[in-house]
């Protein structure tokens, strides 16, 4: 499953990019543009935009109209459709930046990218494989935020499920 994302929905493309999946996005690239690629990649087009949304219909585009304003609702809906999975595995998981694969670092080359203070918190570090991106992460933090995030969007596809979170 990979996506094609339109302008208005960046943060979305940053989430799916953390759940592993391969997602386009470019915030300039015009409707045309869009639908191409989402018919050459096989891909899903996701839109706010209900014109976008129905050319790709036309077209015989999968596509899904996003409706949420918050990203938990966002996420929820595409459990529903198509069925994305809210599970974040760290071999899998790519650069929400750029969406490239990401590259376990070894403690050597993690004293050179990661500032002092997270080297002594954490012992995993991944960057970035794409050399003009090249961002180092790790599951510092911000994680039961991104955590959270996740459990509300669980919550939200399917209330019955969320209370075993
Ligand atoms: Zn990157």
């Not at 015989?60 to 949420?68: D, E, F, P, Y």
């Not at 790519?94 to 990661?114: F, I, K, M, W």
């Not at 002594?120 to 003009?132: A, E, H, M, P, V």
């Amino acid at each position: 499953m990979r996506f094609v994302v339109d302008g208005m929905l960046g943060g979305l493309a940053r989430w799916l990019r953390m759940l592993g999946y391969e997602t386009e996005y470019d915030s300039k690239a015009d409707d045309n543009t869009l639908l191409e690629l989402s018919k050459k990649q096989e891909a899903i087009l996701l839109t706010r935009d209900e014109e976008l949304y129905n050319r790709a219909r036309a077209k015989n585009i999968n596509s899904v109209l996003v409706t949420g304003e918050k990203e938990e609702v966002r996420l929820g809906q595409l459990v529903k459709t198509p069925g994305i999975s809210l599970e974040i595995n760290m071999a899998t998981t790519r650069c929400p930046e750029c969406g490239s694969d990401l590259q376990e670092l070894s403690r050597e080359s993690a004293l050179n990218t990661v500032p002092a203070k997270s080297l002594k918190l954490y012992s995993k570090f991944w960057r970035c494989t794409n050399t003009g991106c090249g961002k180092t992460y790790w599951v510092g933090s911000h994680w039961k935020q991104i955590r959270h995030s996740l459990q509300e969007a669980q919550k939200i596809a399917s209330p019955e499920r969320a209370t075993r979170c």
